[in-house]
Nanobody, 115 residues
Framework: QVQLVESGGGLVQPGGSLRLSCSASGNGFSFWAMAWYRQFPRKQRELVAAITRDGSTNYADDVKGRFTISRDNAKNTVYLQMNNLRPEDTAVYYC?????????WGQGTQVSVSS
């Protein structure tokens, strides 16, 4: 069972930045695609960004140009750099093994954007 632990969430003012980290346990990290999702209150989780094992990335339209997903296979860690944050980015952010379907989830980290 792969365990994922997110960190880096918090409260930031509009226009600010945060970097989320997701550390994975177990072997095989470099072979997995990884993704970040977010969940607004009373809504389903939505895909924010994904990275394949060869480093190809894709993003939701509303975060393109502001968020960057990256990975460090030596550290079994995937990151989400979030710049120019907006109040509508406020959500719980989750790390996921794989992009869709089966795969482990982290516990989530709260990101709040407010002045």
């Amino acid at each position: 069972q792969v365990q994922l632990v997110e960190s880096g969430g918090g409260l930031v003012q509009p226009g600010g930045s945060l970097r989320l980290s997701c550390s994975a346990s177990g072997n095989g990290f470099s072979f997995w695609a990884m993704a970040w999702y977010r969940q607004f209150p009373r809504k389903q989780r939505e895909l924010v960004a994904a990275i394949t094992r060869d480093g190809s990335t894709n993003y939701a339209d509303d975060v393109k140009g502001r968020f960057t997903i990256s990975r460090d296979n030596a550290k079994n860690t995937v990151y989400l750099q979030m710049n120019n944050l907006r109040p509508e980015d406020t959500a719980v952010y989750y790390c996921k093994q794989g992009i869709q379907g089966l795969g482990s989830w982290g516990q989530g980290t709260q990101v709040s954007v407010s002045s």
